[in-house]
């Protein structure tokens, strides 16, 4: 699908007609309806702001003329994964995981090749395989590269010891001493609480990457505990295998 097709398919799935888009880029409705036809191409500034308003990479407004990897940890790239500046625009340079607000989260190669290992690793693919690939692989990528040049002099690392200590003064009873904390993206840990009311109420944002980690609970069981944390909040919470039956165990604003 070329950039006309894609942004006339956009549009219309956004319910918009070419006068609301040419609005909302600040263009006329003849500069929309040429790009529809193919006559003419958004420029740079355009692309920035049609991508902010369909919530899409460039790349796919483009009709996904290259493969986006992430230049932390090498995953493909995909929209819904692809990480986000501060003021909420994507960066196609980086996944959810190793960018996430305009701060880096990894300033260690070795405690990102243990945090991927989990997910390579199969049948086909022994963990001494993985290790190996990541060795050789990242070392390749842009931000390692640049790892002076991009990197926050200890900032972040600060910042997560601080939260690890945080954490562990609240004294939760059952819960192991937090060692560490991951990138977690929301959608994937933004689970449902039941209220007293019966009603269900997330309290996390999808496309938000917090910071994490699931323990296995001192009393034993088939429960664990989740701990989740960012700059404005902690939270704990207890819950079953794949996260059924949540029960939040603490709240706190910071």
């Known amino acids: 699908m070329g950039i006309q097709e894609t942004i006339k398919t956009l549009r219309e799935k956004h319910g918009l007609s070419q006068d609301q888009l040419a609005e909302r880029v600040m263009v006329t409705r003849q500069a929309v309806s040429r790009w529809e036809n193919g006559e003419t191409q958004p420029n740079t500034d355009t692309l920035k702001l049609l991508s902010k308003e369909f919530d899409v990479s460039i790349n796919t407004l483009l009709g996904s003329p290259r493969q986006l990897r992430c230049q932390c940890c090498g995953m493909p790239l995909e929209d819904s994964i692809i990480s986000r500046e501060k003021d909420g625009t994507l960066n196609e340079d980086y996944c959810q995981w190793c960018y996430a607000d305009g701060t880096y989260t990894y300033s260690d190669m070795d405690d990102l090749i243990e945090t991927c290992l989990p997910h390579m690793v199969n049948d086909s693919f022994t963990e001494e395989q993985a290790r190996a690939y990541m060795k050789e ?4 990528l842009d931000y390692w590269k640049r790892y002076e040049e991009l990197s926050d002099d200890g900032e972040f690392e600060e910042f997560k010891a601080k ?3 945080e ?3 609240l004294h939760i009873d059952g819960m192991p001493k937090v060692e560490k904390l991951n990138a977690l993206v929301g959608q994937y840990v933004n689970l449902p609480y039941r209220l007293p009311s019966g009603a269900e109420v997330k309290f996390l944002n ?10 296995e609970s001192e009393f034993g069981g088939d429960r664990c505990f989740g701990v989740l944390a960012s700059m404005d909040f902690i939270m704990i919470a207890t819950y079953e295998k794949d996260g059924v039956n949540p029960e939040l165990v603490l709240y706190k604003k910071r």
């Not at 692989?137 to 390749?140: E, I, T």
């Not at 999808?206 to 323990?215: E, I, P, V």
């Open 137 to 140: 692989m990242l070392p390749q």
């Open 163 to 165: 939260l690890i200590d």
């Open 167 to 169: 954490i562990n003064a």
């Open 206 to 215: 999808d496309k938000t990457t917090y910071l994490g980690n699931q323990l």
